[in-house]
């Protein structure tokens, strides 16, 4: 019995190892791209200062809440986010450090309860790790910026990526576009 255990956590590691290296950002690092693309990557990724404090600076800024699922990776209930029927126009930023994240165009109704994305405003903006708890494999969205817990992307969304963002109501706040009047 202990021989097919071993047999079925090596083929789940297996898996695992696939899964990161198909993820977006394993994939565009793996690539082979022209200097011109790569320099401009690097670039924004230069301008992005990133944001480092310590758990305990985290506390005092963000709510209970917020710091449960931005730094210890949790969740909020289904269907009950401040922005799962958000219809404004505008972009979605981190509640943590205001890092631009998705746009209102690219939001869209998945039925899945969390505010759902089909992509990032910026490649640049989101990293994407390995996520094995719950005895699932995931692909945990982060911001790029502070390295909060965002939510999780899957490959069951809409055309054009076929992407779906689902992401934590918590983990966003939001920055109406200024209607010109």
Request: charged share 25%; aromatic share 10%.
């Amino acid at each position: 019995m202990k021989k097919y255990i071993w047999i079925i956590i090596l083929i789940a590691l297996g898996f695992a190892f696939v899964c990161n290296t198909n993820s977006p950002s394993a994939a565009s690092e793996s690539m082979a791209v022209n200097d011109s693309t790569q320099n401009k990557k690097t670039d924004e990724r230069e301008n992005m200062v990133e944001i480092k404090k310590s758990e305990e600076e985290w506390k005092k800024i963000l709510t209970p809440e917020q710091y449960r699922v931005l730094r210890e990776k949790g969740t909020e209930r289904p269907f009950t986010g401040k922005f799962y029927k958000n219809e404004e126009t505008g972009i979605y930023v981190c509640a943590a450090c205001g890092n631009e994240l998705f746009s209102s165009e690219t939001k869209y109704e998945s039925g899945s309860g969390w505010p759902s994305y089909w992509q990032p405003v910026s490649e640049n903006s989101v990293r994407y790790v390995t996520d094995t708890s719950h005895g699932m494999i995931r692909t945990e969205v982060v911001c790029a910026r502070c390295g909060g817990h965002l939510g999780h992307v899957f490959d069951d969304g809409p055309a054009p990526t076929g992407k779906r963002y689902c992401i934590n109501s918590i983990s966003l706040d939001f920055k109406k576009k200024d209607s010109g009047k």
